[in-house]
């Protein structure tokens, strides 16, 4: 709900929920009216689905065996941008499938999801960490965390401005998430997309901060997606 709530907030003109059959009706009742909810049995099935972008992981809790090679199958085969978020990231670990990431894909693992995807890496400085990952993967990295780290083979490694320590909290991944996810719907590239997506979400929290209303303790992941249009307009007049 929030990932697609994020897609929402972020820019994305049509945005469809998929969830297992079984969960659907509950999921269906905490969504916003504009997101569409359909359920699938296995995730092969939107192998058939037309879309601009993927977002894959949020909330992915435990599969079958049968799903699990579906979703396998729908990141190896689907060809549309696509972010590997949370529980994804934690299945191509436990499956020892990371090989299957291709230039389609934007990862994004926080420090303990990278220290399972990429155990070589974990003791590494973050910057040089993250440099070395792209250096062995076609994928794009996005490194969470304060000050959080956006690199892509061949090209520079982008260090995020915004944010502060009120995001520490479970469910801001998941909207910055489906962020991303409607950027790339846009036609952004994959490290495009992710420095706005990762500069707006920090910045959205910086505006609600600032406020007032809410303190270090107390901001949650959807006060921050009430103040992502001001971060959006921030990011077009370019102030800060």
Known sequence: VLA????LRGG??????????????TVACRCPAEVIVRSYVNPRELLDIRMDALVTGCGLGELTDGQTEGLLELLSEKNVPTVVDAGAINLLARSEKT????ANHLITPHPGEFARIA???????????????VE???????????????????????????????MATGGQGDILAGVIGARLA?????????????????????IALATGRFSEETLLPTDVLEFLGGAFLDWRRATR
């Open 119 to 133: 155990p070589d890496l974990g003791n590494l400085p973050r910057e040089e960490a993250a440099r070395r990952f």
């Open 186 to 206: 846009t036609g952004l590239s994959l490290p495009e997309a992710a420095c706005l997506s990762a500069w707006a979400c920090g910045r959205a929290a910086e």
């Open 136 to 166: 062995n993967s076609r994928a794009t990295l996005l490194l969470k965390g304060s000050r959080t780290i956006i690199a892509a083979a061949g090209g520079p490694l982008y260090c995020n401005s915004t944010g502060t320590p009120a």
């Open 12 to 25: 994305g003109g049509l945005v469809t929920l998929f969830v297992p059959s079984t969960i659907r009706d």
């Open 99 to 102: 090989a299957i990431l291709r």
């Open 4 to 7: 697609a709530t994020g897609a």
